[in-house]
């Protein structure tokens, strides 16, 4: 079977070149980076993942997005 960029895991550079090249240039803004800027992700956690969350966030005295931004970082660490 062959790959599909948009269900296949971690799509690869170049995946999805053949999409992009359709896009219409006038529906494109290029803007300059900001490195001071900060991305919020939303995120939905229920049930017993979520009373999870809740333990640890109150057993290390942080907030559960807190606690959600270290496992970030450190799974960076760990790649």
């Given at each position: 079977?062959?790959?599909?960029?948009?269900?296949?895991?971690?799509?690869k550079?170049?995946?999805f070149d053949a999409e992009?090249?359709?896009i219409d240039p006038a529906h494109v803004e290029v803007h300059?980076?900001?490195p001071d800027a900060k991305l919020r992700i939303l995120?939905?956690?229920e049930g017993e993942d979520?009373?999870?969350?809740?333990r640890i966030a109150e057993a290390q005295?942080?907030?559960?997005?807190?606690?959600v931004a270290?496992?970030?970082?450190d799974a960076e660490q760990v790649g």
């Open positions: 079977m062959g790959s599909n960029p948009w269900t296949d895991p971690d799509p550079p170049g995946a992009l090249a359709t300059e980076g900001d995120i939905s956690i979520a009373k999870r969350l809740e005295g942080k907030k559960p997005g807190d606690v270290d496992l970030l970082r």
